[in-house]
């Protein structure tokens, strides 16, 4: 059942249970009524004799008898069962009863009058061997007083009804219609598996409704970002992996054609197939290192000394660098993280420093301590990069392109920046480059500082 038939359900029982209570209060106030009548009838007919009495002074003219009776109707059921009205009620015409048998000795009961008009509420009391009087009281003000009670009640019910319905709308235009509009989009993104991304209008950011449309709205974008980034991440990765695969191909073919007459050609063609099966094999273990530090946990963090760290990777370039003036520059300070892990980063950034620029210009590495994070370092004299190239250097598979690159820069997988932004990320740092052609660039990343010693 839907929510809308719910809230419709709900209304229409609320009003039901109103309108029957209503209606039981005001049956309830007429019996209240109708009692108080009952009361005074018995305490008129306690003597039915004193009673006639008293009526037929009151009818003689007698002011102190009217004055008891002035809204009694006394009546004497004569022998063959006619009613003679002894005393009636001053205002008014006479409210005869009519009587129907069997009302004597019934104790209150409630009778028309003839001529039509308001009832009667009567006691028929055995007076002698074979007479018996009628008392009766008008129910003109009961009735009166419920037709009044009701009619209150009436309109109370049509302004609860009115707010109900008020109330109901509200809801349903603010609440359950932005709620459907919602399950549509989604039904609409489920079948078209999300190649077909929808916004809904988000409404009143104050209510649930809105804050669940900005929800929406902010994970469909978000899955129609990483579609996207999956996508073109699949392209990617399949352009990248074609031309090794193409290689090997062509070379087990024209193997297979006899094209490779000579053991050197054969030597030739093992050696470069090696290299792309080598090639290949690098990226495939870059696109598991990649998926691997989608998850955070996997991270064994402590407290790193980057400085240690700097000064390692310093004499490993230098033993492989000679010609390479190299420069450290940090202070003592401790980051959490996992040292592997952080290693592997700026073991890329410094691959990537030394793959960009000259052989003969130096590399710096440095380390400062700003408030909470220790930010690294690593700055080259190379090339720089172009200005539309910056906002994608971390990119998978992204490489700029510049007239006169070396050749062999053009070959990279493009991953190595890609996994020092995933590194980043899984130990929740930063990373950014600043950059200009012609002009070198400085890559770095910022961490959570551990400590630092003075």
Same mark, same amino acid.
């Given at each position: 059942?839907?929510?809308?038939?719910?809230?419709?359900?709900?209304?229409?029982?609320?009003?039901?249970?109103?309108?029957?209570?209503?209606?039981?209060?005001?049956?309830?106030?007429?019996?209240?009524?109708?009692?108080?009548?009952?009361?005074?009838?018995?305490?008129?007919?306690?003597?039915?004799?004193?009673?006639?009495?008293?009526?037929?002074?009151?009818?003689?003219?007698?002011?102190?008898?009217?004055?008891?009776?002035?809204?009694?109707?006394?009546?004497?059921?004569?022998?063959?069962?006619?009613?003679?009205?002894?005393?009636?009620?001053?205002?008014?015409?006479?409210?005869?009863?009519?009587?129907?048998?069997?009302?004597?000795? *019934? &104790?209150? #009961?409630? =009778?028309?009058?003839?001529?039509?008009? $308001? +009832?009667?509420?009567?006691?028929?009391?055995? /007076?002698? %061997?074979?007479?018996?009087?009628?008392?009766?009281?008008?129910?003109?003000?009961?009735?009166?007083?419920?037709?009044?009670?009701?009619?209150?009640?009436?309109?109370?019910?049509?302004?609860?009804?009115?707010?109900?319905?008020?109330? *109901? &709308?509200? #809801?349903? =235009?603010?609440?359950?219609?932005?709620? $459907? +509009?919602?399950?549509?989009?989604?039904?609409? /993104?489920? %079948?078209?598996?999300?190649?077909?991304?929808?916004?809904?209008?988000?409404?009143?950011?104050?209510?649930?409704?809105?804050?669940?449309?900005?929800?929406?709205?902010?994970?469909?974008?978000?899955?129609?970002?990483?579609?996207?980034?999956?996508?073109?991440?699949?392209?990617?990765?399949?352009?990248?992996?074609?031309?090794?695969?193409?290689?090997?191909?062509?070379?087990?073919?024209?193997?297979?054609?006899?094209?490779?007459?000579?053991?050197?050609?054969?030597?030739?063609?093992?050696?470069?197939?090696?290299?792309?099966?080598?090639?290949?094999?690098?990226?495939?273990?870059?696109?598991?290192?990649?998926?691997?530090?989608?998850?955070?946990?996997?991270?064994?963090?402590?407290?790193?000394?980057?400085?240690?760290?700097?000064?390692?990777?310093?004499?490993?370039?230098?033993?492989?660098?000679?010609?390479?003036?190299?420069?450290?520059?940090?202070?003592?300070?401790?980051?959490?993280?996992?040292?592997?892990?952080?290693?592997?980063?700026?073991?890329?950034?410094?691959?990537?420093?030394?793959?960009?620029?000259?052989?003969?210009?130096?590399?710096?590495?440095?380390?400062?301590?700003?408030?909470?994070?220790?930010?690294?370092?690593?700055?080259?004299?190379?090339?720089?990069?172009?200005?539309?190239?910056?906002?994608?250097?971390?990119?998978?598979?992204?490489?700029?392109?510049?007239?006169?690159?070396?050749?062999?820069?053009?070959?990279?997988?493009?991953?190595?920046?890609?996994?020092?932004?995933?590194?980043?990320?899984?130990?929740?740092?930063?990373?950014?480059?600043?950059?200009?052609?012609?002009?070198?660039?400085?890559?770095?990343?910022?961490?959570?500082?551990?400590?630092?010693?003075?």
């Amino acid at each position: 059942m839907s929510l809308r038939r719910r809230l419709l359900l709900a209304a229409t029982g609320l009003l039901v249970v109103v309108a029957l209570a209503f209606l039981g209060v005001a049956l309830a106030q007429r019996a209240s009524l109708t009692a108080q009548l009952d009361d005074r009838l018995e305490s008129l007919t306690a003597n039915g004799a004193a009673l006639v009495t008293v009526a037929n002074r009151a009818d003689a003219g007698n002011a102190a008898a009217a004055s008891l009776l002035t809204d009694v109707y006394v009546g004497v059921v004569r022998a063959d069962g006619g009613l003679t009205t002894v005393l009636a009620p001053d205002a008014g015409p006479s409210p005869v009863p009519v009587l129907i048998g069997g009302e004597a000795g *019934a &104790g209150p #009961v409630t =009778r028309a009058v003839a001529g039509g008009g $308001a +009832r009667v509420r009567l006691v028929v009391l055995t /007076v002698g %061997a074979r007479r018996s009087v009628v008392v009766a009281v008008s129910m003109s003000g009961v009735e009166a007083s419920f037709r009044r009670l009701l009619l209150s009640l009436g309109l109370a019910w049509l302004a609860t009804a009115l707010v109900t319905l008020l109330v *109901a &709308g509200w #809801v349903e =235009r603010l609440g359950l219609r932005p709620i $459907a +509009r919602i399950t549509a989009a989604a039904e609409h /993104v489920t %079948a078209t598996g999300g190649r077909a991304p929808v916004r809904v209008d988000a409404g009143d950011p104050g209510t649930e409704a809105g804050r669940l449309g900005s929800a929406f709205n902010a994970m469909v974008a978000t899955t129609a970002a990483g579609q996207e980034e999956l996508r073109r991440f699949v392209a990617d990765a399949s352009h990248e992996l074609r031309t090794p695969l193409t290689t090997l191909r062509g070379y087990s073919s024209l193997y297979a054609a006899g094209g490779l007459g000579t053991a050197a050609q054969v030597a030739d063609a093992m050696a470069r197939i090696n290299a792309e099966a080598s090639r290949m094999g690098r990226i495939v273990d870059d696109l598991l290192d990649l998926t691997a530090l989608g998850d955070p946990a996997a991270l064994e963090l402590r407290a790193v000394d980057v400085g240690i760290e700097l000064e390692h990777l310093a004499a490993d370039l230098r033993v492989r660098e000679p010609g390479r003036t190299v420069r450290v520059r940090s202070v003592s300070a401790r980051v959490v993280a996992d040292p592997d892990r952080l290693r592997q980063a700026l073991t890329a950034l410094v691959a990537n420093a030394v793959k960009y620029s000259a052989d003969a210009t130096p590399i710096d590495l440095a380390a400062e301590v700003g408030g909470a994070v220790v930010r690294l370092q690593v700055t080259d004299r190379g090339r720089g990069i172009a200005a539309e190239d910056l906002p994608r250097v971390f990119d998978r598979f992204y490489r700029g392109h510049e007239a006169g690159a070396p050749r062999d820069v053009a070959r990279g997988s493009g991953l190595g920046l890609a996994i020092v932004a995933a590194i980043v990320s899984a130990h929740g740092g930063r990373y950014g480059v600043d950059s200009a052609p012609r002009a070198g660039s400085t890559f770095w990343i910022e961490l959570p500082a551990a400590g630092v010693a003075s």
